[in-house]
């Protein structure tokens, strides 16, 4: 049974930071974190794998950053200079060796003065 433990949501001003963490279970090669706006489809925000490739959505590059610590099977999101527009829920999302995805329980992430 995979297990991730998401947190380090909350409310955050414009321009504020937050960090996200996720704790897996076990070591999954490819880690990330994708996000779902109201009334919007999830979409990818970033993913790193475990060689430190990572990849970004456009509308985060320059203020968001993911790193993982394979020793504690565990990714974080780094965001900063945080805009209204990145109010949505964040889900930590990992892709085993086989190719299976598996999704956490997501983390509120609300951005408003």
């Known amino acids: 049974q995979v297990q991730l433990v998401e947190s380090g949501g909350g409310l955050v001003q414009p321009g504020g930071s937050l960090r996200l963490s996720c704790a897996a279970s076990g070591f999954f090669p490819y880690m990330g974190w994708y996000r779902q706006a109201p009334e919007k489809e999830r979409e990818l925000v970033a993913t790193?794998?475990?060689?430190?490739?990572?990849n970004y959505a456009e509308s985060v590059k320059g203020r968001f950053t993911i790193a993982r610590d394979n020793a504690k099977n565990t990714v974080y999101l780094q965001m900063s200079s945080l805009k209204p527009e990145d109010t949505a829920v964040y889900y930590c999302n990992v892709r085993s060796i086989n190719n299976n995805n598996y999704w956490g329980q997501g983390t509120q992430v609300t951005v408003s003065s």
């Open positions: 790193v794998s475990n060689g430190g490739w990572s």
